[in-house]
């Protein structure tokens, strides 16, 4: 159990203010991390950071930053910042990410025939040129260290493509129908080429590279497409949002020290069936 502690090291986690963010938070403290949680939305970060410290974590172990993955001068204000505090961030987790949502307009949204530049380019900024930005910045001094783990947090939409059946509604034409847009998919699988390419560039820095797979989180959808999707599922459900903790933990400690440059997908079986 010595392999997964994570006592005095600092673990910066992107994109902390969203669901799977804060849960990755909890996990990284349960191992006795210490946490920089960054974000571009600062007033929902603090309140989540409140709600973890509610959960018996010392405040004195979580920084919270805003910071935008998009900008690089964003990214490197809060680089100056933590070498100010004399701070080596040993462990990143790259998790922001636009999670684009099934609109019911779809015509005009989400369907690869009206596919919307504007739209698809603002969600790469963020969930893979931000992932690549934070890997440069961060991974560098972790490479002059000579030590560190980064993490990508993707999807199991790297692996498969959507079904779009689970978005179907009824009274609607079918080149109407809503749809998870190919930008979701190219960036995704994206980070999954950036883990490969990362894992092997520093190796010989004793940086390491992996990439977390998650299916989908249970979190108030719609009854329908919970049904749905559960079907397509070997489980029979989808993911409890605390789940994929001991993946966390295990992926960013020593445990799994020889683990390189691959993409563990966690999703109930679903990418197998």
Request: aromatic share 6%; with cysteine.
């Amino acid at each position: 159990m010595k392999k997964f502690d994570l006592t005095n090291q600092y673990c910066l986690i992107t994109g902390a203010a969203g669901l799977l963010g804060n849960e990755h938070a909890l996990a990284l403290l349960n191992i006795g991390a210490n946490l920089i949680l960054t974000d571009l939305n600062y007033a929902k970060l603090k309140k989540n950071s409140q709600n973890i410290i509610k959960k018996n974590a010392n405040k004195n172990k979580i920084i919270l930053l805003k910071m935008d993955v998009s900008d690089e001068n964003s990214i490197e204000n809060v680089v100056q910042k933590i070498n100010k505090k004399n701070i080596f961030v040993s462990v990143l987790i790259n998790n922001a990410a636009l999670n684009p949502k099934v609109e019911k307009n779809t015509e005009k949204f989400t369907r690869l025939e009206h596919f919307n530049t504007k739209d698809f380019l603002k969600e790469c900024k963020i969930g893979l040129l931000g992932a690549l930005l934070c890997s440069i910045k961060f991974g560098t001094i972790m490479a002059k260290k000579n030590r560190g783990v980064i993490l990508n947090i993707s999807s199991d939409l790297s692996v498969i493509s959507p079904d779009q059946r689970l978005y179907t509604k009824k009274g609607i034409k079918a080149n109407n129908q809503p749809v998870k847009p190919v930008s979701y998919s190219i960036i995704k699988s994206g980070l999954v080429g950036l883990t490969r390419y990362v894992s092997t560039y520093w190796a010989d820095k004793n940086v390491r590279c992996n990439c977390l797979s998650p299916g989908g989180v249970e979190n108030n959808q719609n009854i329908i497409f919970k049904k749905r999707l559960s079907k397509l599922i070997p489980a029979g459900r989808m993911a409890k949002k605390d789940e994929y903790h001991g993946a966390i933990q295990f992926l960013c400690s020593d445990s799994s020290s020889y683990l390189n440059g691959q993409n563990i997908v966690m999703d109930g079986g679903r990418s197998v069936w």
